[in-house]
């Protein structure tokens, strides 16, 4: 019997057919997490890595309020510390928001009023187009995507972009995470069946200890038709906080307004 030969038109439309192999995405020195538990804890040991972040950013905002990007110098701390500053163009103090996720202050420059009262997401609300917590602001700022909590967990694994996905299922309410390794980074979180917003990050930063911080967080509040980002510029990471940022005292001569947790004013407190 004479042996077989193959063209290499053959060859090329077998190798056709066949498609081209898998990328192997990098898992990192564990390898690939072996059930939707395992990548969970992957993710959220990567977000614990990152308890500080200290620097300047700008803020941009499409809300039906307006439009717009600000200077920022922002710190936030683990787990609800919260300082921003919205700068103008010499670098001057617009508006001051603190919190320490209990109570918050607020100095309005335009009014000529410090607020202060408890961190309701009502009063956050006074300085941000969104209404959240201040711990939630807080893990946003820092790279984290909050999760709702679990009744069972799936995972699986995209091949197109090269990302592991875990669904967190609570009840009817269905959260995805999209997850870069080696990093265990969220890049994407998306809920069903819940009015909750998007969140999607980008630029992801590693540094020389390994530590990993999206550098761009974006949030997208379809029901308020309002889009929030964040992009970090200048920062320092995990710097031991001077707690003297998150105090509550307003600047020499302007009057304290005290408001409730619904955010209704009272007369103007004595200094």
Same mark, same amino acid.
């Given at each position: 019997?004479? $042996? ?36 969970l804890?992957r993710? @959220? ?9 200290? /620097? ?5 905002v499409?809300?039906?309020? /307006? ?11 683990? $787990? ?24 918050? /202050?607020?100095y309005?420059?335009?009014? /000529?009023?410090?607020y202060?009262?408890?961190a ?49 299922i ?14 265990y ?7 069903? @069946?819940? @009015? ?25 509040a ?15 990471? @995990? ?10 005292e307003p600047p ?20």
């Amino acid at each position: 019997m004479l $042996p077989q030969r193959f063209s290499p038109l053959l060859i090329s439309v077998a190798l056709i057919l066949t498609g081209c192999p898998r990328r192997i995405a990098d898992f990192g020195k564990d390898g690939e997490p072996k059930s939707a538990q395992e990548l969970l804890q992957r993710i @959220n040991f990567a977000e614990s890595q990152i308890y500080s972040v200290k /620097g300047d950013a700008k803020l941009i905002v499409d809300s039906p309020q /307006g439009k717009g990007a600000v200077a920022l110098f922002a710190a936030v701390v683990h $787990p609800a510390y919260v300082h921003i500053e919205q700068l103008d163009f010499f670098n001057r103090p617009q508006s001051l928001f603190v919190t320490d996720g209990t109570r918050f /202050g607020l100095y309005m420059a335009a009014e /000529g009023r410090y607020y202060r009262g408890p961190a309701t997401p009502v009063n956050l609300s006074r300085f941000l187009p969104l209404v959240m917590p201040p711990a939630e602001l807080a893990a946003v700022m820092l790279g984290r995507a909050p999760r709702i909590p679990a009744d069972s967990l799936e995972m699986r694994f995209d091949d197109k972009k090269q990302q592991l996905v875990l669904v967190i299922i609570r009840g009817k309410v269905r959260q995805t995470l999209f997850v870069q390794p080696p990093s265990y980074r969220v890049v994407s979180s998306t809920a069903e @069946n819940l @009015n909750a917003y998007e969140l999607e990050f980008e630029d992801l930063a590693t540094d020389d200890q390994g530590v990993t911080l999206p550098k761009h967080a974006s949030l997208d509040a379809r029901s308020a038709k309002t889009k929030v980002e964040l992009v970090w510029k200048d920062v320092a990471i @995990n710097e031991a906080p001077d707690l003297t940022l998150f105090e509550f005292e307003p600047p020499d001569d302007i009057p304290v307004v005290e408001v409730d947790a619904n955010g209704a004013p009272s007369e103007p407190a004595p200094k």
